[in-house]
């Protein structure tokens, strides 16, 4: 049987102190990510509280997109400057992703709003993912979620320019894409109208007719309603947020996990 000599045992003596007394290694660093978009993506009308309920720190994830606003105005009213500010401020973050949703508003037809397809859209969404990457952070391209109106049988979507445009920039500015309108068109196509109808806002009244494009039409003499094609409630959020986990748990595996199991959402 072997003994340790005294020098040798005093060393395995100190090592086991400072073993002891060495701090815990620093906790990883968590990830956050900012919604930035429309109406669509808004709280109480869209599906991004939803999201961010999802993940496993839910105040890591900041919704702020706002209802009515367009690659153009978002800048315009100085919202992009608290995205900025934020991803200044970012060093207690181990990356943060911006996923950056426009189209819904920047179609003709609103004023103050609508930008050009061909000059005005792709120069501001370029610009947004650029400064995103300038300032350390990860942009992440997101076509528009679809309207919810059909024709006979066919569900429409006017959004094809502006879901070029967006692929295109993605492609251009080596930025991740999330195809939502490709991904929710084709899920609120195999619904059909019916359906697709019980995901709004609040419930379609009995005399609420067909809508165009739009999203929306009443009925001449009808009562206003909440509803349209448009928005989302309660149960179209949860429906769409689970369509953005996935397509991001495709497009950015390294977060896959920052995601809360299916049985906690």
Request: glycine share 10%; with cysteine.
């Amino acid at each position: 049987m072997k003994f340790l000599t005294s020098s040798a045992a005093m060393l395995l003596l100190a090592g086991a102190a400072y073993a002891a007394d060495a701090p815990a290694p620093a906790p990883a660093k968590p990830i956050r990510i900012i919604l930035v978009g429309d109406s669509t993506m808004a709280n109480t009308s869209g599906y991004g509280d939803a999201f961010c309920a999802r993940i496993n720190r839910a105040n890591t994830c900041l919704n702020l997109a706002k209802g009515g606003r367009s690659s153009g105005s978002f800048r315009a009213e100085g919202r992009w400057d608290e995205v900025e500010g934020l991803l200044r401020g970012a060093a207690a973050y181990r990356a943060t992703y911006v996923l950056i949703q426009f189209g819904h508003n920047d179609q003709p037809g609103k004023p103050g709003r609508s930008t050009d397809i061909k000059t005005e859209f792709p120069a501001n969404m370029a610009r947004y993912a650029q400064e995103v990457k300038a300032l350390g952070g990860v942009p992440v391209l997101v076509t528009p979620l679809t309207r919810r109106t059909f024709k006979d049988g066919v569900l429409e979507n006017n959004f094809g320019p502006w879901n070029d445009v967006i692929r295109a920039t993605a492609a251009a500015q080596k930025a991740p894409l999330l195809d939502l309108n490709a991904d929710s068109y084709a899920a609120v196509q195999a619904m059909g109208q019916d359906e697709a109808d019980t995901l709004a806002m609040v419930p379609r009244p009995a005399d609420y007719g067909v809508a165009p494009a739009a999203g929306k039409v009443e009925v001449a003499g009808a009562a206003k309603s909440a509803f349209d094609r448009t928005h989302v409630g309660a149960k179209g959020a949860a429906y769409f947020s689970r369509m953005v986990m996935e397509e991001v748990k495709r497009t950015l595996p390294e977060i896959a996990g920052q995601f809360k199991p299916e049985s906690e959402q």
